[in-house]
């Protein structure tokens, strides 16, 4: 057997409940790792979380946890500025799995790499729908060369109304942003990993708050704003705070002559749904439908494709983190390649923060533009 890991978790809020933690479960029992401490800045969703899930220690300090009990593996499961956490704890001598998005910025993310580099720890990106069942499926076809040469995609993620309400997900300051940065970064990474990372050179973007904003009293669905199976100590939502975007469209340019549409939404007078589009010169995929266009002869074809997921956690909500924390474990061990790396991750970085840019100016943005790119 491998090393046993002390892991240490900072927020402790929903994502932190519903899919780290449960993820853990096999590692703990195999004794592969153990849970040493939880810390949140609100006690009560530390204690609650270290009680729950039978953890030994929790704090309303994080800094203190890191000094106290030196985790040598930390999950950073805060709102979307994650920054601070991952360096204090990369500092502290801990590998650091920190939650997508991993940075807001181009140069945050660049100095997040530097440091684990430099500590010599592992930084881990948890992009986990590169676990998913789609992606194992579409990353086959796209890897077996039956879509030919990608030159373009189309990404949308639409929630007629799905905001979610447990956190700070609505709050500029906290958040950095609303879908863009929540179910966009998902999506591009999922495409960038499949078409081998083309740079994203600009992005020309709008964002929109119109539907939060106008305050109707709309039934929102807890499970369809992301929280699968619950929320855990949730804070109370206050409509007034929102200051991000409910609705996030635009255009971007990758290198290699390839465009991609995008669509990322929390609310919009649209029916809920997604689809990752993607087009080559042999074929096209609808990933979310299963299809395959290809021509046959001078036909065109339609092929509805079947793929089953067997694999082991399959039926439980965020199956995906569950392999996620066994790929890095044997990342740790030297059994495996990091699955997520830097370069596609300050890739997608670079792309966040250009489109932000270009909402905010009302212009394409290059990402040459951005600071400290590229590094
Ligand atoms: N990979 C995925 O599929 C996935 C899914 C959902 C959420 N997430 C990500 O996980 C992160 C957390 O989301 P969530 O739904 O758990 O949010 P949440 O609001 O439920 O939990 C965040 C917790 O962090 C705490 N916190 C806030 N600021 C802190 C700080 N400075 N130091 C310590 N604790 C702090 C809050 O009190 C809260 O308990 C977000 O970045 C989100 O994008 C990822």
New binding site residues.
């Given amino acids: 057997m491998g090393r046993t890991y002390r892991l240490a978790i900072?927020?402790?809020?929903?994502?932190?409940n519903a899919a780290h933690l449960p993820a853990l479960a096999p590692l703990r029992d195999q004794g592969m790792v153990e849970v040493v401490g939880v810390?949140?800045?609100?006690a009560q969703?530390a204690r609650e979380t270290a009680e729950r899930y039978h953890v030994p220690a929790w704090y309303e300090d994080?800094q203190k946890m890191l000094d106290e009990l030196k985790p040598d593996w930390v999950s950073i499961?805060?709102?979307?500025r994650h920054h601070d956490?991952s360096i204090a704890a990369l500092n502290a001598g801990a590998h650091v799995m920190c939650?997508?998005p991993l940075a807001l910025t181009y140069r945050e993310a660049a100095e997040m790499f530097a440091v684990a580099k430099a500590q010599g720890k592992l930084l881990f990106p948890?992009q986990?729908r590169r676990w998913s069942a789609d992606m194992d499926f579409a990353s086959d076809i796209v890897r077996k060369g039956l879509l030919g040469r990608l030159y373009f995609a189309d990404l949308s993620f639409v929630r007629r109304f799905g905001i979610p309400t447990?956190?700070?997900f609505h709050m500029q300051k906290?958040n950095g942003g609303g879908p863009f940065c929540?179910l966009g970064v998902h999506f591009l990474d999922s495409l960038l990993w499949m078409a081998g990372n083309p740079r994203v050179e600009a992005v020309s973007g709008k964002s929109f708050d119109v539907l939060a904003k106008k305050g109707e009293n709309v039934l929102l669905s807890i499970k369809e704003s992301?929280a699968y199976s619950g929320t855990f100590?949730p804070?109370p939502y206050q409509a007034a705070e929102f200051s991000v975007e409910d609705c996030a469209v635009g255009f971007m340019r990758l290198a290699g002559n390839f465009g991609v549409n995008f669509k990322f939404t929390w609310a919009l007078n649209q029916p809920t749904g997604k689809h990752i589009i993607l087009c080559g010169d042999e074929g096209g995929l609808d990933v979310e439908q299963t299809t395959l266009y290809q021509n046959v002869g001078h036909y065109q074809g339609e092929t509805r494709l079947k793929y089953f997921d067997n694999r082991p956690y399959a039926e439980r909500p965020f199956d995906a983190h569950y392999y996620m924390y066994e790929h890095v474990y044997r990342v740790l061990e030297g059994l495996e390649d990091p699955r997520v790396k830097p370069e596609e991750t300050l890739n997608v970085v670079a792309a966040i923060e250009a489109y932000y840019r270009s909402a905010e100016e009302n212009r394409e943005v290059r990402t040459d533009e951005l600071e400290g790119y590229p590094v």
């Fill in positions: 900072i927020g402790n809020g929903m994502i932190c810390a949140d800045i609100r969703a994080p499961c805060t709102p979307n956490w939650e997508k948890c986990s447990w956190g700070m906290e929540d992301g100590t804070r």
